[in-house]
């Protein structure tokens, strides 16, 4: 495609479609790294043992792959002919809003458990392949280039600074509960995103076909 190495990046900030994407992708990264934060501290407080901790991490690693296999083969697909690309997009961000809301009100590991289980899960076999279907209706320079900067640097960039957010919200005393009590309009104002996202998939795709 030729370009040059910031191509990626001035795509995004052409276009408001893209902009979008690279929001969706930046909260997703905050999600991701404030949980596994949590999730670390919770389990090293929980099971001192470090053989009970690797026990712990099998059991929902294998949780989360084996959800994710039967909702791919069973689920996603039909929600995405049924509802389209917005539903896929929308329903996690929300799921995890209440559970949020459940972690604030009962900051304990098995509560975060079950959120990162539900994060995990929804990320693989729904938000995934959603995210995949909204660079189908964009042009290739923007499908390899800006894709690939939203990958790496934006998501990078989000797990970055999100763990500097929570290692200072920390030192300034804030707890598990708290923050996830913070994080509840974040999440879904995330899943607003991810709804306009899939709306504005869905005319693109639609103008797309009304041209051939």
């Given at each position: 495609?030729?370009?040059?190495?910031?191509?990626?990046?001035?795509?995004?900030?052409?276009?408001?479609?893209?902009?979008?994407?690279?929001?969706?992708?930046?909260?997703?990264?905050?999600?991701?790294?404030?949980?596994?934060?949590?999730?670390?501290?919770?389990?090293?407080?929980?099971?001192?043992?470090?053989?009970?901790?690797?026990?712990?991490?099998?059991?929902?690693?294998?949780?989360?792959?084996?959800?994710?296999?039967?909702?791919?083969?069973?689920?996603?697909?039909?929600?995405?002919?049924?509802?389209?690309?917005?539903?896929?997009?929308?329903?996690?961000?929300?799921?995890?809003?209440?559970?949020?809301?459940a972690?604030?009100?009962?900051?304990?590991?098995?509560?975060?458990?079950?959120?990162?289980?539900?994060?995990?899960?929804?990320?693989?076999?729904?938000?995934?392949?959603?995210?995949?279907m909204?660079?189908?209706?964009?042009?290739?320079?923007?499908?390899?280039?800006?894709?690939?900067?939203?990958?790496?640097?934006?998501?990078?960039?989000?797990?970055?600074?999100?763990?500097w957010?929570?290692?200072?919200?920390?030192?300034?005393?804030?707890?598990?509960?708290?923050?996830?009590g913070?994080?509840?309009?974040?999440?879904?104002?995330?899943?607003?995103?991810?709804?306009?996202?899939?709306?504005?998939?869905?005319?693109?795709?639609?103008?797309?076909?009304?041209?051939?």
């Open positions: 495609l030729g370009g040059n190495p910031f191509a990626g990046l001035l795509l995004v900030l052409r276009s408001p479609y893209l902009l979008g994407v690279r929001a969706f992708v930046l909260l997703l990264a905050t999600t991701t790294t404030f949980l596994y934060f949590e999730q670390a501290r919770m389990v090293e407080a929980a099971f001192p043992d470090s053989t009970r901790q690797t026990q712990i991490f099998g059991m929902l690693d294998f949780t989360v792959q084996a959800l994710t296999i039967v909702l791919q083969l069973l689920v996603t697909g039909r929600i995405a002919e049924r509802f389209g690309v917005s539903a896929l997009l929308s329903s996690v961000p929300v799921i995890v809003a209440a559970g949020f809301v972690l604030a009100a009962l900051p304990q590991f098995w509560v975060l458990a079950g959120v990162m289980v539900v994060r995990r899960v929804g990320e693989y076999a729904v938000m995934r392949p959603a995210r995949e909204l660079f189908t209706t964009v042009d290739a320079e923007s499908r390899y280039k800006a894709k690939n900067f939203i990958d790496t640097a934006v998501s990078r960039g989000g797990d970055a600074s999100t763990g957010l929570v290692s200072g919200a920390k030192a300034l005393g804030a707890t598990t509960g708290v923050m996830a913070v994080l509840v309009p974040v999440m879904l104002r995330w899943g607003w995103i991810g709804w306009r996202l899939g709306r504005q998939e869905a005319s693109l795709q639609h103008e797309r076909t009304a041209q051939r």
